[in-house]
């Protein structure tokens, strides 16, 4: 049995990023760029109006001033106007301002007569001029290589002119579980039978990390079922199987992986729950056999399969992300595993809750975060503890 870091190091260790490909912006959400990217742009791209109104210069423009107005300024063309003391443009959200402008009164403060208006309210300079660059300087770097394209990260992409961006390569992955106590959802259940939760679970997970999904399989414990599903399933990127990994008469997994050619690099590591993980290879296919408990499966992938994806997919961060928390109760670890304890985060607090067995699905199901204490460790009622979030 290795530590988790071991293993989390050697399966690092043995994954290569996939090849970048170019894609639209539309279909790089939840995707990594394969490169920095700077502004080529300012942001605003010209000094405009944030309110329907009259543009004027503040400094001659104090309550009840009247101003002719000499015209008007839409958004979508610049018509380049310029305005003299005593004189206003009428102008719109998003138009240039005119020369000679520094201000926007909105409308809702201007009385309009005619040809003119009058101003209500007194007036500061640069009120409601959106200016040139004051978001987002030209050269600024608005993504990192490795970085997760969000969907505020494809508008800007979209604000700059881009139509396409760069990303890490797609990884395309299988879902085999296995059991022959196991059935799929929908269909009828005899005694002892129990419904697989463990394919849907994974699909979420993978999807969650933005691997695509090619093929979702049951199979039963047949060796000669299970060589056929393994088979289809390292023509992707990474397999993935549940269940039957372990050691007894009926996990069959293993032998299975070994009679096909893979090289099985790790098995079992010190990790609560999950130990019986299983990580191989074979020639572009990362396999890894997670234990069929579904919390085992759940916290098996976020620690270990996740990373491995997030790496071949380029990303510059594998970490779930943290977040510190006031733990509510008294938690120590005197097992010889680290252990990751199902909670909630909730105002600021973290509270183990529901079951903490490896089969608690319902307990996991109203979990949001993992707090994992190490081996000998003992975490006191009302301490800041980091937590992992995972919902
Ligand atoms: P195994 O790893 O095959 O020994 O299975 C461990 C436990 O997980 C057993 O109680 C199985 O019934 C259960 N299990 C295995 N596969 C699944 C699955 N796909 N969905 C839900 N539970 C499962
Ligand atoms: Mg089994």
Known sequence: MISEEEALNRILDAISPRPEQKVRLSDALDRF???DVVARLPLPMFDNSGM???????SASKKGARFRVIGEQPA???RQLRIFPGETVRVFTGAPIPTGADAVVMQEDCTREGDEVVVNVDVDPGEFVRRRGCDLPEGQKILSRGGRIRPATIALLASQGFADVTIGGEVNTAIVSTGDEVVM?????DQGQIYDSNSILLQALLHRCGACVRVVEHCPDRGELLIESIRRGIKN??????????????DLVQTTLRSLGVEIDIWRVAIKPGKPFLFGQINECAVFGLPGNPVSAFITFLQFVRPAILKMMG??????PKTPAKLTVDLSNEGDRPHYVRGRIENGTFAPIGRQESHALFGLSRSNALLRVAVGESLTAGEIVDVQCCC
């Not at 990127?237 to 009926?250: A, C, D, K, Y």
């Not at 990303?315 to 779930?320: E, I, Q, S, Y």
């Open 52 to 58: 329907d109104g009259y543009a004027v210069l503040a």
């Open 185 to 189: 959802p929908g269909r009828k259940l």
């Open 315 to 320: 990303a510059n961060d594998f970490d779930l």
């Open 237 to 250: 990127q990474v397999l993935v199987i549940t269940g039957g990994v372990s050691v007894g008469e009926h």
């Open 33 to 35: 760029s394969a490169y």
């Open 76 to 78: 979508g063309i610049d």
